[in-house]
């Protein structure tokens, strides 16, 4: 038997009612049957109604839907949203109560074109489900108006805020809100609805991939909102006008936690652990806050002394940072189980992979270890000495970011060895664009085949030509050598920059029963960022493998979260919000088919920036900060997407 | 709105009709230019654009559904159709929602018949409603200083909380709840000096935010609108006077048609209640017996003529027009032969002014104050501008929203618009000359000097460095009590603004630092490009409406009017107090002011005073020291009377006669001419005009005299401010004196403007009495709590108040506003100075 009754998810009616098999496979709806402890009886929200259990009351459903709706998230704001809502629900509860008429149902689907006017799209897709509900199970309405009819309400009912944009996002900061703040002069208030799911906005501000952006409805009718940016204005205003970062921890509640590593990870998932009053302590290796961020992104990208002001804001809370301090090496995982109530591990992924060339383990002179190593020497000053002729292999931001800090440190050629060509490479296309400004060369679709040295020094390296062929995986096509088209390229360093692994040696043989998974990554469970060993937690790069900052902070503080109820109720479950969000992003929110009634032709604002002479001898930042003029224009672009979802919950 | 750059075009459609505007502009804009009107409820030019009541909709060609004219931008091309059945529908159904649950009680209502809401239901003929919805709508918000707001006749526009966020940089207003139940709410604000959004009340399109002061005291369709300028803060902005039966009632103003862009100050807003006042003075008085008033100036002149020359002095007032104290001065030098004549601003604004030109050649403003929008960095120094100038502050949050500039602000309190700024300088008192010269020095060495402009305007540039040599940063910042790396900021900042603008007020014009931080501000000034550039400039500003024409009039022993140096002897304020003790100085005419209250020293001149054989007190309201006068002339009060007024930056504003004056009271014009005549048996004409113009005969101030302007009038105007080459000087700035202990600050609070709000029940109700604010961590050392009686003692006197707790205030700090009798600050300040050091006792 199908699993769906009824859907008009996406305008797709399927209606099992009397028979049928449309499945939620079949309709490729990645909705789950179940829900924390329950059963999924339906599900509505901005694109139709999904009925699973045929026996929950769709009325009574739309009622309550519209009362949330109302009364808990619309934000009064537009007179259709404030009103029209207000009269769908209290003629919802009328029809329930059986004291409806027939008449009622045409003033709902009148004030569905009404709704269409409102000023965002949260109380505008409410209506969506709901008139659904009145044109397929207009019956079940009939019902209650003819009276006689008892609503039957689900065991629980359970709604979540959403926007595309703060879906596709993984820390799922609630982007409409804080850019709303911009577009009202109140960066002030911005910053502090960022902190609410983040906490490092000076580095996500600068240095985010920006996922978000890829799901802007404003990029169908003209280019997406330029959510990053704003994020930085926010953290910008408060830093340039010496402002006292202003959130309160709660009273302590004699728990402890040791969060291993200070990067964006472990930062953020200690900056929430303190406001909710557990003692943390961070230890870290390096002798720096940021982790990655820190020695794998040049100051000219992201100002350490402004992620060293992140981890200030984190230790005003009472957290401690103690540095040079390395798991595994001067203090044991079973040591730290030991003396604190519960662990997260945010160690990144500091192993550089091998290129796979031969006499790359030889230990020639200017053969570097890896991009990340190389990084990290110049940051932290290690004496690293770049020589006049340089060759960075791979495609990714660390390479684009090894190349242009060989610049910085006298290279004289900085040349990028990449397999494939320039549409293929992962990193920010903008930081390509960068590149080649500050005059890096590029040598596309060539893979290195064996290093050149001389008494032990490398000389050059010899690469193969390469052509794209068929697709592999990732939907790239995948690069085949050219046979017999071998060249040297003269060079005085080869820096691989091919990728990164987690170093996860400190887990030792005992392994603590945490899993790893092949990539030497750590296994957590259910999204709630717990290992296999009870009060270790982990997130960041070293579980999910070397990916993105803002991630690391989506992982910090979901941790932080479930830590939480760790600590207070021994339980390390998700609660209504996280599950939903877990479900709301299953399912997706953008819909890039959309056509948006919306008058576009706005071009997005950038950042003043300095130009590529003058920038490439220096670490000063590239990007200047945009003028809060400018960004209350550009936070003048968003369309507010919210949508309200909701589950109802059968026993 | 913009940041800078040049602008490009836009050509569009509406109606049929083509139009271009500005890239960046809405449809509504566009459309206003072409003079279609869309109607809206929410709408508002002069803030960000909100979109909330959704009446404007419109259809644009192409796009899927109607958009909202108010926030939609305007792109090349686009074709906008304003009108359609469907449109028009739509737009009903909207107001229909908007009266779900709106209160019928418009016969109650304020707004009544000047409620948008009425207009567009009436406009749209919005006669029935099939929407009907629970009331959920919050109740009346009564406990509200000044302002009643009542939720079910809001609209949620929020026009009140962006007037107040984004123009005027103060309101605290903000949507509070979801749903339908949102409605206006207050953020918690400064309690020690509540603030309330008089503009609140001013936006609102509909009678949800009501004038406590003017509920129900008129009907708004019943009140006449005289235009007029404000009487409080040197910044004159453009009013009207709303008058009905010889009646002040309220005041308002109008967007586009002022130079204020219908935002008002506070005392406009709630502090005008005085003229009304049951104190007011309505007959002439001669030792307490009623008399006419030509009966009482038969006394003063016989006094006069009597006493002859220097034993006759007077003081006049900065709240008295340009062509009264041009009459004042003339009443005492030709018709009285004496030459002891001056004000108040004897203590203040004329040492600024003394030493501005002396290192300047400037009297007043440098500019004109809209150049200080324009501005990329200002530096307010010593002013809490909100209370003391707050269309001055109104400019400077314009620079600082939509021009992007620095704000940085220098004060020994943390006044209100330092919340807002970039970098605050709570410098400690007597630290001002240093902190000044710091900057100075700090953009010199930068290499952010304008050199250009030194080199051609100032006679001793090569003198600079020597005149900075000594000064040591490190240090400065150690006796201000100020991070260094905080004032490098500042200097960074204001060295790298190609436009300056410094604005400094009252904290440095009546300190005992006066002359030397003035003269450091003016190297500042020249150093930092403020006196060369485009758009700014330096602004010495002053609470009250008229200084800079009372100065200009010359009401002051050393000056004819226009400054022209006077060779008669004569006596300044403190020279009159000293001639009154000495006996030399044995009648005394007080006209619009009261050294009981604002002159420093009240105590002793309270003394002197009882020893005056006659004691002449003009004024508008009775105080003590018309129960000290002999005789008591009853003065109209500026909705009474016209004449000019000169703003700080010497535009010239015009007082219009809105109402006749109470009882038996004239204007402080016809009073001095018609003493004038009776002495001296000459006419004396009452045409502003020709008053006007005789002065501007006797001196070079004026550029022009005659009325300009459509509905607001000007009535001259100044010469404006250029330096000759080579003409000011940099000065070598002393170190000016420090101050020791526990230092009590005397000046203005924002409700109260000089000692008339004390007799306004606006201005009453966010302040009722005197205080003395005190800082937590002194509180605490002193066993102080909030509200305890506490006496503070200087070498002057003691005073004694309440104690306000508060976190604006550094350690070491204590502040009092002056203007109450009761607790009469000014009976501990040495004269000259604002601050001094005190014991605090409880």
């Known amino acids: 038997m199908s699993d769906i009754v009824f859907s008009s998810w996406g305008r797709n009616v399927v209606d099992n009612r009397n028979g049928g098999d449309a499945d939620l496979a079949s309709l490729k709806l990645k909705l789950p049957t179940e829900y924390l402890n329950g059963k999924v009886g339906a599900f509505m929200g901005w694109d139709g109604v999904v009925l699973l259990d045929g026996e929950t009351d769709v009325v009574a459903m739309a009622a309550e839907y519209m009362k949330r709706v109302q009364e808990k998230h619309c934000c009064g704001k537009c007179t259709p949203g404030k009103k029209g809502t207000r009269v769908m629900q209290d003629t919802l509860a009328r029809i329930l109560q059986g004291h409806g008429e027939e008449r009622d149902l045409e003033i709902l689907e009148s004030l569905k074109s009404l709704l269409e006017g409102c000023k965002c799209t949260l109380c505008m897709t409410s209506a969506i489900p709901v008139l659904d509900t009145i044109q397929y199970f207009r019956d079940d309405y009939m019902a209650y108006i003819r009276g006689g009819k008892k609503p039957k309400l689900a065991a629980s009912y359970h709604d979540k805020l959403t926007a595309p944009c703060m879906d596709r996002c993984p820390a799922h900061i609630d982007i409409p809100a804080y850019i709303e703040e911009i577009k009202n002069y109140r960066f002030e208030e911005s910053l502090s609805v960022i902190r609410e799911r983040m906490p490092i906005a000076a580095v996500c501000g600068r240095v985010c991939p920006h996922p978000c952006e890829t799901a802007c409805r404003r990029a169908l009718v003209d280019e997406p909102v330029s959510i990053m940016v704003m994020k930085r204005v926010a953290s910008d205003h408060e830093w340039m006008h010496h402002k006292t970062p202003p959130m309160i921890p709660n009273a302590p509640t004699g728990k402890k936690v040791m969060v291993v590593g200070a990067g964006p990870a472990g930062l953020t998932c200690a900056f929430y652990l303190a406001l909710q009053g557990h003692k943390v302590k961070i230890i870290d290796m390096l002798s720096e806050p940021g982790g990655t961020v820190a020695v794998g992104i040049p100051d000219y990208r992201m100002p350490r002394p402004l992620l060293q002001r992140e981890a200030d804001v984190v230790a005003s809370l009472g957290v401690e940072i103690e540095y040079g301090v390395k798991l595994g090496r001067d203090i044991s995982l079973k040591e730290i189980k030991e003396q604190y109530d519960a662990v997260f591990l945010g160690t990144g992924a500091f192993k550089s992979k091998p290129m796979g060339v031969e006499g790359e383990d030889a230990g020639y002179e200017g053969f570097s270890e890896g991009g990340i190593h190389y990084l990290r020497a110049v940051a932290l000053g290690q004496g690293m000495v770049t020589p006049k002729r340089v060759v960075v292999v791979g495609g990714g931001n660390t390479a684009i970011d090894c190349v242009r800090v060989a610049l910085r440190e006298g290279a004289e050629e900085s040349i990028l060895v990449y397999r494939r060509t320039r549409n293929e490479m992962p990193a920010e296309s903008y930081e390509v664009d960068d590149a080649e400004e500050e005059n890096v060369r590029f040598e596309f679709l060539v893979n290195p085949t064996r290093l050149v040295t001389e008494n032990n020094k490398i000389t050059g390296v010899e690469v193969i030509k390469m052509a794209l062929g068929e697709p592999d995986e990732s939907g790239r096509r995948r690069p085949q050598p050219v046979e017999g088209s071998e060249y040297v390229i003269p060079c005085d360093m080869v820096i691989p920059a091919i990728g990164q692994d987690p170093d996860l040696s400190y887990l030792g043989d005992a392994d603590y029963g945490i899993q790893q998974t092949r990539w030497n990554s750590i296994v957590t469970h259910g999204g709630t960022m717990m290992t296999d060993n009870e009060g270790v937690f982990a997130g960041g790069d070293c579980e999910y493998g070397a990916m993105t900052v803002v991630l690391a902070v989506g992982h910090g503080k979901r941790a932080a979260s479930v830590m939480h109820r760790y600590l207070t109720d021994g339980q390390a479950v998700l609660d209504d919000e996280e599950a939903l969000e877990d479900i709301v992003n299953r399912l997706g929110v953008f819909d890039d088919n959309e056509q948006v009634p919306v008058l576009g032709g706005l071009h997005r604002e950038h950042q003043p920036k300095i130009d590529g002479a003058e920038r490439a001898t220096n670490y000063g930042e590239i990007e200047l900060a945009m003028p809060e003029s400018q960004a209350v224009v550009e936070a003048d672009r968003c369309l507010r997407c919210y949508r309200v979802a909701m589950v109802a919950v059968e026993k | ?842």
């Open chain 2, 1 to 842: 709105m913009s940041h800078k750059g040049e602008k490009s075009m836009v050509n569009l459609t509406i109606d049929g009709q083509q139009v271009q505007v500005e890239q960046g502009q809405t449809i509504i804009a566009a459309a206003e230019k072409l003079g279609i009107k869309i109607p809206t409820m929410c709408y508002l030019k002069k803030v960000s654009t909100t979109g909330a009541c959704r009446v404007c909709l419109v259809d644009v060609e192409g796009v899927g559904a109607p958009v909202t004219a108010c926030n939609t931008v305007a792109t090349e091309g686009i074709v906008v159709t304003t009108t359609g059945e469907e449109l028009v529908k739509k737009r009903k159904d909207m107001i229909r929602l908007m009266l779900v649950n709106h209160p019928l009680d418009c016969p109650v209502c304020d707004a009544a018949g000047e409620c948008d809401l009425q207009d567009i239901c009436f406009e749209h003929g919005i006669l029935d409603q099939p929407f009907t919805a629970e009331d959920v709508a919050a109740g009346k918000i009564t406990d509200w200083p000044l302002i009643e707001n009542v939720p079910s006749r809001c609209v949620l526009c929020e026009k009140c909380v962006k007037v107040g966020h984004e123009l005027t940089g103060i309101g605290d207003f903000t949507v509070v709840e979801r749903g339908d139940m949102a409605y206006i709410g207050r953020k918690p604000g400064n309690d020690i000096d509540p603030y309330i959004e008089g503009n609140a009340v001013e936006v609102c399109p509909v009678g949800a935010m009501i004038s406590k002061p003017f509920k129900h005291s008129a009907r708004s369709w019943t009140l006449d609108k005289v235009p007029s300028i404000g009487f409080a803060g040197g910044s004159l902005e453009q009013v009207d006077l709303n008058v009905k039966q010889d009646k002040l009632f309220r005041i308002t103003s109008q967007d586009d048609a002022t130079i204020n862009n219908g935002l008002l100050g506070f005392d406009s807003s709630f502090g005008y209640g005085f003229v009304n006042s049951d104190k007011r003075l309505l007959s002439a008085s001669v030792n307490g017996e009623e008399v006419a008033m030509a009966e009482a100036l038969k006394i003063v002149a016989a006094k006069a003529g009597e006493l002859g020359g220097s034993a006759v002095a007077g003081l006049s007032s900065a709240r008295l027009t340009v062509e009264e104290n041009y009459l004042f001065q003339k009443l005492f030098r030709t018709a009285f032969k004496s030459n002891n004549i001056d004000s108040e601003a004897r203590f203040g604004m004329l040492r600024a002014s003394e030493t501005l030109n002396q290192v300047l050649g400037l009297r007043g403003a440098s500019a004109a104050a809209e150049q200080i929008a324009g501005a990329d960095a200002v530096l307010v120094f010593g002013s809490d501008i909100t209370s003391e100038q707050p269309q001055i502050n109104y400019l400077i949050q314009k620079a600082y929203r939509q021009n992007d500039a620095s704000l940085l602000v220098a004060n020994m309190r943390k006044v209100r618009i330092a919340k807002e700024s970039h970098c605050f300088l709570n410098y400690a008192p007597g630290s001002e000359v240093a902190l000044v010269s710091a900057l100075t020095k700090l953009i010199v060495d930068n290499g952010q000097a304008d050199e250009a402009f030194l080199k051609q305007y100032v006679k001793n540039s090569a003198d600079v460095k020597k005149a900075l040599a000594k000064v040591d940063v490190a240090k400065t910042a150690e006796a201000c009590g100020v991070d260094a790396a905080l004032i490098v900021e500042v200097a960074e900042r204001l060295g790298s603004a190609e436009n300056v603008a410094i604005v400094f007020g009252g904290d440095v014009t009546k300190s005992a630092n006066c002359e030397e931080t003035v003269k450091a501000l003016a190297n500042l000034a020249m150093v930092s490009g403020a006196l060369g550039c485009e758009s700014g400039g330096l602004y010495p500003v002053d609470e009250k409406p008229n200084m800079q024409g009372l100065l200009d009039a010359g009401v002051a022993a050393e000056y004819l009017p226009g400054y022209v140096a006077c060779t008669e002897a004569g006596m300044t304020a403190q020279q009159i107090l000293e001639g009154i003790e000495s006996g030399a100085v044995k009648m005394l005419y007080v006209a619009g002011t009261n050294p009981l209250v604002s002159y420093p020293e009240s105590a002793r001149w309270k003394a002197a005073l009882e020893k005056v054989e006659l004691l002449v007190v003009q004024d508008i309201l009775a105080s003590e020291l018309t129960e000290m006068a002999n005789v008591v002339l009853p003065a109209a009060a500026y909705s009474e009377k016209s004449g000019t007024y000169i703003a700080c930056d010497h535009r010239a504003g015009v007082l219009t006669k809105a109402v006749a004056p109470k009882g038996a009271s004239q204007s402080d014009k016809a009073i001095f001419a018609q003493l004038f005549e009776t002495v001296t048996g000459k006419t004396q004409t009452l045409c502003n005009e020709k008053i006007l113009a005789e002065m501007a005969g006797s001196c070079e101030l004026f550029s022009a005299v005659g009325l300009t302007g459509s509905r607001y009038l000007a009535s001259c105007s100044k010469k404006a401010y250029a330096p000759a080459a080579a003409a000011l000087t940099f000065s070598d700035c002393g170190d000016g004196a420090a101050a020791n202990g526990l230092t009590l600050i005397a000046g203005k609070m924002h409700a109260h403007t000089g000692v008339t709000s004390t007799y306004a029940a606006g201005a009453l109700e966010i302040a009722p009495e005197g205080y003395i604010e005190i800082s937590s961590g002194d509180a605490d050392n002193l066993g102080v709590s909030d509200g305890a009686v506490v006496t503070v003692k200087s070498a002057q006197g003691t005073a004694q108040g309440k104690a306000r707790v508060s976190s604006y205030l550094p350690q070491g700090v204590l502040f009092a506003p002056y203007h109450f009798a009761e607790l009469n600050i000014q009976q501990i300040m040495p004269a000259g100075a604002n601050y001094t050091s005190v014991e605090l006792t409880k």
